[in-house]
Protein backbone atom coordinates (compact mmCIF):
# COMPACT_ATOMS: atom_id res chain seq x y z
CA UNK A 1 0.00 0.00 0.00
CA UNK A 2 0.95 3.51 -0.99
CA UNK A 3 2.34 5.90 2.03
CA UNK A 4 1.64 9.37 1.09
CA UNK A 5 3.93 12.31 2.86
CA UNK A 6 3.26 14.80 4.49
CA UNK A 7 4.06 18.70 3.58
CA UNK A 8 5.45 18.74 7.10
CA UNK A 9 7.58 15.08 6.69
CA UNK A 10 11.26 15.51 6.23
CA UNK A 11 13.31 12.50 5.95
CA UNK A 12 16.99 12.91 6.54
CA UNK A 13 19.77 9.91 6.41
CA UNK A 14 23.44 10.22 5.74
CA UNK A 15 25.34 7.50 4.61
CA UNK A 16 29.57 6.42 4.58
CA UNK A 17 30.74 5.95 1.13
CA UNK A 18 29.44 2.86 0.37
CA UNK A 19 25.83 3.46 1.25
CA UNK A 20 25.60 2.41 4.61
CA UNK A 21 23.79 3.89 7.20
CA UNK A 22 25.12 6.23 9.54
CA UNK A 23 22.00 8.54 10.64
CA UNK A 24 18.37 8.23 9.67
CA UNK A 25 15.84 10.98 11.17
CA UNK A 26 12.88 10.33 13.25
CA UNK A 27 10.02 10.95 9.66
CA UNK A 28 12.87 8.89 8.18
CA UNK A 29 11.90 5.89 10.37
CA UNK A 30 8.63 6.50 11.13
CA UNK A 31 7.80 6.27 7.36
CA UNK A 32 10.14 3.77 6.39
CA UNK A 33 9.00 1.44 9.38
CA UNK A 34 12.18 0.71 11.11
CA UNK A 35 13.80 1.93 14.49
CA UNK A 36 17.14 4.02 13.79
CA UNK A 37 19.28 0.26 15.79
CA UNK A 38 17.58 -1.40 12.49
CA UNK A 39 18.51 1.44 9.92
CA UNK A 40 21.89 1.65 11.35
CA UNK A 41 24.74 0.33 9.84
CA UNK A 42 22.65 -1.25 7.41
CA UNK A 43 22.99 -0.71 3.18
CA UNK A 44 20.56 2.03 2.36
CA UNK A 45 19.04 -0.42 -0.43
CA UNK A 46 17.32 -1.75 2.78
CA UNK A 47 14.88 0.68 1.80
CA UNK A 48 15.16 -0.33 -2.04
CA UNK A 49 12.13 -1.27 -4.17
CA UNK A 50 12.76 -3.33 -6.91
CA UNK A 51 10.76 -0.97 -8.93
CA UNK A 52 13.41 1.16 -8.89
CA UNK A 53 15.73 0.82 -12.23
CA UNK A 54 19.76 0.18 -11.02
CA UNK A 55 20.15 3.36 -13.29
CA UNK A 56 19.08 5.83 -11.20
CA UNK A 57 21.59 4.49 -8.70
CA UNK A 58 24.30 4.40 -10.80
CA UNK A 59 23.66 7.76 -11.97
CA UNK A 60 23.17 9.14 -8.30
CA UNK A 61 26.61 7.62 -7.19
CA UNK A 62 28.23 8.69 -10.68
CA UNK A 63 27.11 12.53 -9.79
CA UNK A 64 27.56 12.07 -5.83
CA UNK A 65 31.57 10.97 -6.30
CA UNK A 66 31.65 13.39 -8.57
CA UNK A 67 31.31 16.08 -5.72
CA UNK A 68 27.85 17.65 -7.51
CA UNK A 69 24.37 17.06 -5.81
CA UNK A 70 21.76 14.67 -7.02
CA UNK A 71 18.38 15.11 -7.14
CA UNK A 72 15.51 12.49 -8.18
CA UNK A 73 12.32 10.58 -7.62
CA UNK A 74 12.68 7.37 -5.49
CA UNK A 75 10.14 4.73 -4.68
CA UNK A 76 11.10 3.37 -1.46
CA UNK A 77 9.90 -0.08 0.26
CA UNK A 78 8.83 0.00 3.74
CA UNK A 79 9.33 -2.35 6.22
CA UNK A 80 5.86 -3.99 6.20
CA UNK A 81 6.07 -4.38 2.17
CA UNK A 82 4.55 -0.84 1.47
CA UNK A 83 6.07 2.23 -0.69
CA UNK A 84 6.33 5.41 -0.59
CA UNK A 85 7.47 8.18 -3.19
CA UNK A 86 10.49 10.68 -1.86
CA UNK A 87 12.00 13.60 -3.74
CA UNK A 88 15.41 12.82 -2.97
CA UNK A 89 18.45 15.61 -2.89
CA UNK A 90 21.25 13.54 -2.24
CA UNK A 91 24.61 15.98 -1.04
CA UNK A 92 28.27 14.53 -1.64
CA UNK A 93 30.08 14.58 1.86
CA UNK A 94 30.53 17.86 3.16
CA UNK A 95 31.85 17.31 6.51
CA UNK A 96 35.73 18.61 7.23
CA UNK A 97 38.60 16.83 6.54
C1 LIG B 1 22.69 9.61 1.00
C2 LIG B 1 22.13 8.46 0.17
C3 LIG B 1 20.77 8.24 0.17
C4 LIG B 1 20.22 7.18 -0.55
N1 LIG B 1 18.87 6.99 -0.50
C5 LIG B 1 18.34 5.92 -1.11
C6 LIG B 1 16.96 5.66 -0.98
O1 LIG B 1 16.19 6.41 -0.37
N2 LIG B 1 16.47 4.54 -1.58
C7 LIG B 1 17.27 3.69 -2.27
O2 LIG B 1 16.76 2.68 -2.77
N3 LIG B 1 18.58 3.95 -2.44
C8 LIG B 1 19.12 5.02 -1.87
N4 LIG B 1 20.46 5.26 -2.01
C9 LIG B 1 21.24 4.39 -2.92
C10 LIG B 1 21.66 3.11 -2.26
O3 LIG B 1 22.90 3.31 -1.62
C11 LIG B 1 21.81 1.94 -3.29
O4 LIG B 1 22.74 2.30 -4.27
C12 LIG B 1 20.47 1.61 -3.98
O5 LIG B 1 19.49 1.28 -3.01
C13 LIG B 1 20.59 0.44 -4.95
O6 LIG B 1 21.06 -0.70 -4.33
P1 LIG B 1 22.31 -1.47 -4.93
O7 LIG B 1 23.40 -0.42 -5.05
O8 LIG B 1 22.60 -2.53 -3.93
O9 LIG B 1 21.86 -1.99 -6.27
C14 LIG B 1 21.05 6.33 -1.32
C15 LIG B 1 22.42 6.57 -1.34
C16 LIG B 1 22.96 7.63 -0.62
C17 LIG B 1 24.43 7.88 -0.67
Same mark, same amino acid.
Given at each position: ????????? $??? #?QTDA??? =?L $???????? =??? @??????????? #? =???????????? %??????? %? #?G????? @?????????? $???? $????YPNIACG
Open positions: MEHTLQDTD $FLV #SKGK =I $FANEDFCK =IAG @YTLEELMGQPH #S =IVRHPDMPKAAF %KDLWDTV %K #SKVWKG @YVKNATKNGG $FYWV $FATV
